[in-house]
């Protein structure tokens, strides 16, 4: 009954999205009022509907219906209550249903928040987000289905359906078969939802920007009326993709948070090219610059956001053969190469509009740093995209597979890292236009020899590594260079207003808050870096099997295993838990519990490991193995992982600076509803 | 890499200075290509069959192989001392067509493991010994071939066809 009911909302609201397109295209082409309203309307209509869907499905999940395929493939009645919620974007069906609840949601903010003042762009912003939408209301409805039923047909195979298939008997199995283990974590309550919401928010500036196209607008206001939702798009992406790294440092036990997996790189390819979208964009708005360049980028990451989806979603990563049998790779396929084709279109039709209202003057000049900035972001997406699709490419291309691993995507994109870095610290003292090199070389000497400093003293320390030092050595450099920017705003508005220096700070960021919101996320990258450097260069690890008390030295602690549980727990899993003691430089520091869990019903082992953290380092224990205690002991693999806390700690720095840059400018905003209500009637 | 000649083309210095650029974009992008070219080939991995690798047998030595085949229970050897396993696999195909044919994975896995002529491999590995290798699992081995015939794994990922139809990353397993 509920099943049928999320069914046919879905139904409806793919007719009112493919209404709300077509409406509001024509209401455009022939200038009628009363068509776009309608487009509108049912453009917010599609709001309730899914989230009428979702709730079905939520529903469902948490009353154990397992008659359905996709309640009985996510959960089972051990599951706890917060993951039986979360198990709605646990499976392919689900997600993709989730993905259109967010976009309804978007598509109604963005209708609700900007009717009035962008009435030019909203007949076509409503036919993009509409087809966005469509498209994948329709792949829920037609292909990955969530509410289909589990039925037996003739010859005893099980299959799911909406009706009941020809002399099929329903089927009411007594349990599900769970979620998988590695996403029964609380992570999962958030690392999913934030990288959606981060991959939907691009679909505004990128609708605004069709829109723009389609209206042969080449001002930048398109960009304007999106920055917000840019940067907490961009925000809510960045903090999937460090949050995804924690999980996996918590979760999947091998040491590290980063393995350049296929799933990770399609969540990092929009990153970077709307990271190089948020710096290149405002060049367009102080300079008149780059306008198709912006276009380029906000299509590409458009492009990318789909391509992620369809990169997790559609089986061609395990092979380009089983994408070919999977139903929604091929669509995703067509999607993305018609949305990017016709978007290359309308971008080449107003090619000769977009002309930059001046030109780059001189080669030393913040205009050209922006651009280095583009060209190095775009080329590390193109390394990653090159590694990510490679696999598909040789195997089509020759039927040989060759895949790339870690070692690829750190050999290639580590020296394009550290320029950009390094360019980071230079290019906020670069001066606009023309920079003379004299000035930046000032500006530049003491952070130069305070990075020199480091180095020496890191050197003098013992450390020979050429890359850690050079490493350590740029985020110095840029900390300084970023600090020096702090120091010279507050002293110059001291001297200026005679305020106190706190006072002059905290004015100094609310006066301009983007700019200073802009380098406490660099400072947060500095502080990443530094944890990056460190946990790269060296982790050290060893391994070995002990009986209780004995003992493994690693570095300058020692791990002593004291002893082992067995247990079970309510929800299904069979715990073996060790308690070990470690001891640093022979004092007792702390006592660790790795865990195995081990799901009885699916057979599937967990390892949890021990961590001791700190800001210098963590000590990383797991189980590996276990035997009944008499036999052997139990199996210890342990990681000393330096500074690896200052990726999570600048990760917090990270929200902050993005929280500064985007919060709302209250005297901006009316400055533009004025601008806009007084152009309004003109319009339309 | 489209994007970025594209973007060549998308800023219009003055037609003096317009060479500087050019020149300077397509040294990054060279600089660019060049990474990625070496670092390929210094990391590319060729993706074997068992089949594969034994008809290929000397010409393979000393090149980054990955290979995949199904576990034999009974030839697994673990010394806890050294933490050194040796186990066999037999050929598995890799075509997906060829897997869904016998059945799934699960059931090609089956089917390999107890064909008496099936081509197979030895394996070494140092390490815990995963709990996931067992008979009948596929394993997924990342190393080098030795001029003895064993591969050598650096890596090893071990996957028992789980229920699940979750996708997990890589990493997750073995």
């Known amino acids: 009954m509920l099943a049928n009911l999320g069914y046919f909302a879905l139904v409806i609201a793919l007719a009112a999205a493919v209404y709300a397109a077509v409406m509001a295209g024509l209401a455009a082409d022939r200038h009628k009022p009363a068509w776009l309203a309608s487009a509108r309307h049912a453009a917010l209509l599609t709001w309730p509907l899914t989230t009428l869907a979702c709730l079905a499905l939520i529903a469902l999940l948490l009353t154990d219906q397992y008659q359905l395929e996709y309640v009985h493939s996510v959960t089972s009645r051990a599951m706890p209550l917060y993951l039986k919620v979360t198990a709605l974007w646990g499976g392919q069906a689900g997600s993709l249903l989730f993905w259109s609840w967010l976009m309804s949601t978007f598509t109604g903010a963005a209708l609700l928040r900007k009717w009035d003042r962008d009435r030019a762009f909203m007949p076509f912003v409503i036919v993009v987000m509409m087809i966005t939408l469509g498209f994948f209301i329709g792949l829920v409805v037609f292909f990955e289905n969530p509410f289909v039923r589990l039925w037996q047909v003739a010859n005893g195979e099980v299959v799911g359906s909406m009706l009941a298939p020809a002399g099929g008997l329903a089927l009411l199995p007594a349990d599900g078969r769970g979620l998988n283990p590695l996403l029964r974590h609380p992570g999962m309550i958030v690392h ?8 939907v928010s691009f679909v505004v500036p990128y609708a605004f920007a069709m829109a723009a196209l389609i209206t042969r607008r080449a001002d930048d206001e398109w960009i304007r009326t999106t920055r917000r939702w840019t940067l907490v798009g961009w925000l809510f992406l960045s903090l999937g993709l460090i949050m995804g790294g924690r999980w996996a440092y918590d979760v999947l036990g091998w ?10 790189n399609a969540a990092f390819l929009p990153w970077l090219t709307a990271t190089a979208f948020l710096h290149s964009v405002m060049i367009q708005e102080k300079r008149g610059m780059l306008k198709k360049w912006n276009m380029v980028l906000i299509i590409l990451t458009y492009a990318l956001v789909i391509f992620g989806t369809f990169l997790t979603r559609s089986g061609v990563l395990s092979s380009v053969h089983a994408f070919a049998q999977s139903a929604i790779g091929p669509s995703f396929f067509a999607f993305i190469a018609l949305t990017f084709v016709a978007s290359m279109y309308l971008l080449f039709r107003e090619w000769d509009h977009l002309r930059g209202e001046r030109q780059l003057d001189s080669l030393l000049s913040r205009e050209t740093a922006f651009l280095l900035n583009n060209l190095l972001f775009l080329g590390i997406a193109a390394v990653v995209f090159w590694g ?5 490419i040789s195997e089509l291309a020759t039927g040989q597979t060759i895949t790339v691993g870690p070692p690829f995507y750190n050999q290639a994109t580590g020296p394009l890292f550290a320029a950009l870095v390094f360019l980071m610290g230079v290019a906020p003292l670069v001066a606009w236009r023309q920079a003379s090199a004299r000035q930046l070389g000032r500006l530049l000497r003491v952070p130069f020899v305070g990075a020199l400093l480091v180095v020496a003293g890191l050197m003098l320390a013992g450390i020979r590594n050429w890359g850690a030092l050079l490493g350590f050595g740029i985020s110095a450099f840029v900390a300084l260079t970023t600090l020096f ?21 905290v004015t100094l960021i609310g006066r301009n808050r983007r700019r200073y919101g802009g380098y406490t996320i660099h400072l947060a990258v500095v502080i990443m870096t530094i944890g990056i450097v460190g946990s790269n260069f060296f982790q050290i690890e060893t391994q070995g099997q002990l009986k209780p008390g004995e003992q493994l030295t690693l570095g300058r602690y020692v791990v ?17 838990r060790a308690t070990v003691s470690v001891y640093r430089d022979g004092r007792f520091i702390s006592q660790l519990h790795p865990r195995r869990d081990f799901y009885v019903d699916s057979g599937q082992p967990m390892t949890i490991p021990g961590v001791r953290s700190t800001i210098e380092d963590d000590v990383y224990v797991l189980l590996v193995t276990w035997e009944p205690l008499a036999a052997n002991g139990a199996t210890f693999k342990i990681y000393v992982n330096p500074l690896v806390n200052w990726v999570w700690a600048g990760g917090g720095v990270f929200i902050l600076g993005t929280l500064v840059a985007a919060w709302p400018d209250a005297a901006e905003a009316r400055r533009r509803l004025a601008a806009a209500v007084a152009a309004a009637p003109a319009r339309l | 890499m489209a994007e970025t000649t594209v973007g060549s083309q998308a800023f219009a210095p003055r037609s003096g200075g317009r060479a500087k650029f050019l020149v300077g974009g397509l040294l990054i992008i060279a600089a660019i290509v060049y990474l990625v070219v070496t670092s390929l080939s210094s990391t590319a991995q060729y993706f074997y069959t068992v089949d594969e690798i034994q008809a290929k047998g000397a010409s393979l030595v000393g090149k980054n192989l990955r290979a995949s085949g199904a576990v034999l229970g009974d030839t697994i050897t673990y010394d806890a001392k050294t933490l050194t396993i040796t186990f066999d696999v037999v050929h598995v195909s890799n075509d997906a067509a060829d897997v869904e044919a016998a059945g799934g994975l699960a059931a090609a896995l089956h089917n390999a493991a107890s064909d008496p002529n099936a081509t197979r491999m030895t394996v070494v590995y140092v390490g815990p010994k995963p709990d996931l290798l067992q008979n009948e699992a596929q394993a997924i081995v990342t190393g080098k071939l030795g001029e003895d015939g064993v591969f050598y794994a650096d890596e090893l990922l071990l996957k028992c066809p789980t229920r699940y139809e979750e996708a997990v990353p890589a990493q997750a397993e073995g």
């Not at chain 1, 999913?192 to 991959?199: A, E, K, N, V």
């Not at chain 1, 002593?560 to 073996?576: H, I, S, Y």
């Open chain 1, 388 to 392: 990510t699709v490679f696999p598909m």
């Open chain 1, 560 to 576: 002593t295993f004291d002893g082992l549980d067995e247990f079970f727990t309510e929800d299904g899993r069979q715990v073996a």
């Open chain 1, 485 to 505: 920017e702090f120091w010279r705003g507050t002293r110059a508005r001291m001297r200026a207003t005679g305020e106190k220096p706190l006072a002059a700070f």
């Open chain 1, 192 to 199: 999913p939802p934030m990288l959606y919401i981060g991959f």
């Open chain 1, 255 to 264: 040491g590290g948070y980063w393995g350049w997996d296929p799933v990770e």
